[in-house]
């Protein structure tokens, strides 16, 4: 019992020691100067408008396209007013879909305005559901509007659609929840649009560039983004498109043409739901070219040449009516 004791506390002793005992620290093994080490980083938050979000002072060489081969000579024009790129939206594989849907929406925009408007809300509001009764519109408003939510539903833009034929004649549906899907109903199908309606009145023969949303940094060090700038030749375009309040953006887009030096007719603002004549208004106002979509696409042919025998006069809808 004694022996069992003394090789009892011989083994008290030797754990008691081995804790005390430090344990022997790995020294960090020598990196050659340009090593890296590599780190997982997260991709950068969607925006609510469903184009991915460039991370606090990202460059454009390293968190999307390089302008320089995309646009040189937009990139050129912008260097020489001292205004950086600091990040420019990589291409999405589905450009053409997008823009061959936006095109749509613009040509139609008269007859499908009021349901823009019911999906635009029910986004904020409903979850996404949507009703819109069009028994008071002409048939070709209602073929339009058919028409348009079927393709709409057929990409996934709308998760679900049905139209109540007469007497009902009404469109009842649900927004897709997808960042991409609601950043482009909300406003950036009229970026695109106006985009491929500059494309397509460049004359042939002569260079067509363009930057879609590129986030730049004004001389003044503060940043900015553009919804379209374009070259067709060697005149610049600059133009923003607002599907929302306009009013507090005017001092704002004034101050920044004349940073960019861009000419009155060539810097334009589109508000597809203004009268005519309210832009004509506001265009003498400020430094802008304000426009509605069918004055749009008659400015733009009437300085490029392009499409003026052919051009079709696209319906203007008036303001939406604020919901009840």
């Not at 704002?252 to 060539?266: D, E, I, N, S």
Request: hydrophobic share 45%; charged share 20%.
């Amino acid at each position: 019992m004694l022996e069992l004791l003394e090789r009892i506390a011989v083994a008290l002793e030797t754990l008691v020691q081995r804790a005390a005992t430090p344990l022997p620290v790995e020294e960090p093994r020598p990196r050659s100067p340009g090593s890296v080490v590599p780190l997982r980083v997260p991709p950068p938050p969607a925006a609510a408008n469903g184009r991915p979000r460039a991370a606090a002072g990202a460059g454009s060489s390293g968190s999307g396209a390089d302008p320089q081969l995309v646009a040189p000579r937009l990139a050129e024009f912008l260097a020489a007013r001292q205004i950086r790129i600091s990040h420019l939206p990589m291409p999405m594989p589905a450009e053409q879909t997008l823009n061959a849907l936006a095109v749509f929406m613009a040509e139609r925009y008269g007859a499908i305005a009021g349901t823009l408007a019911k999906m635009k809300r029910a986004i904020n509001q409903n979850g996404g559901h949507f009703n819109d009764c069009l028994a008071q519109q002409p048939p070709r408003v209602i073929s339009d509007c058919c028409q348009w939510c079927t393709r709409l539903h057929e990409l996934g833009f709308l998760e679900e659609y049905h139209y109540k034929p007469a007497p009902q004649c009404q469109i009842v549906g649900r927004v897709s929840s997808l960042p991409l899907v609601q950043g482009f109903l909300s406003g950036h199908w009229l970026e695109r649009a106006v985009l491929e309606l500059l494309r397509a009145r460049a004359p042939a023969g002569v260079g067509f560039e363009s930057l879609l949303n590129p986030q730049i940094v004004l001389p003044n060090g503060n940043d900015f983004e553009l919804d379209v700038l374009a070259a067709i030749g060697e005149q610049v375009w600059w133009v923003e498109a607002k599907t929302g309040d306009y009013q507090p953006h005017l001092a704002k887009y004034a101050a920044v043409q004349r940073l960019l030096q861009v000419a009155q007719p060539y810097a334009v603002l589109v508000l597809p739901d203004l009268p005519s004549e309210r832009c004509r208004t506001l265009t003498q106002l400020y430094s802008l070219t304000v426009c509605n979509i069918a004055d749009f696409v008659q400015h733009v042919a009437e300085r490029t040449g392009v499409g003026k025998e052919t051009e079709a006069a696209l319906p203007v809808a008036e303001p939406p009516a604020p919901p009840a």
